[in-house]
């Protein structure tokens, strides 16, 4: 098995997770954590474990970005996302 290749997508998560610590707006941070779940599976792809992999986009690239971006989107239209007392 050739390790390059799984070697060099773990440095691209790594470049992408800092990336997404020192980006100063939430959009690129969100882009940048999507990013990095992605090299993760492709990571998982390479060492033949699809199924992580596939697990992997939905519940760690999917799912997170969509949420982020829901939440950024509420907050841009002035809805106030906190519970409330009564």
């Not at 790594?14 to 800092?18: D, F, M, Y």
């Not at 882009?31 to 992605?38: D, E, H, N, T």
């Not at 596939?54 to 760690?60: A, D, H, I, P, R």
């Not at 002035?78 to 906190?82: A, K, N, T, Y």
């Given at each position: 098995?050739?390790?390059f290749p799984a070697g060099f997508l773990l440095f691209l998560v790594?470049?992408?997770?800092?990336f997404a610590l020192l980006s100063s707006r939430?959009?690129?941070?969100?882009?940048?954590?999507?990013?990095?779940?992605?090299?993760?599976?492709?990571?998982?792809?390479?060492?033949?474990?699809?199924?992580v992999a596939?697990?992997?986009?939905?519940?760690?690239v999917t799912f997170p970005a969509l949420l982020y971006l829901f939440v950024f989107r509420a907050c841009r239209k002035?809805?106030?996302?906190?519970c409330r007392r009564r």
């Open positions: 098995m050739n390790v790594l470049v992408c997770g800092l939430p959009l690129r941070s969100v882009q940048a954590l999507a990013a990095s779940g992605l090299c993760l599976a492709l990571v998982f792809a390479v060492l033949r474990a699809p199924a596939l697990g992997q986009l939905l519940f760690g002035g809805r106030d996302l906190r």
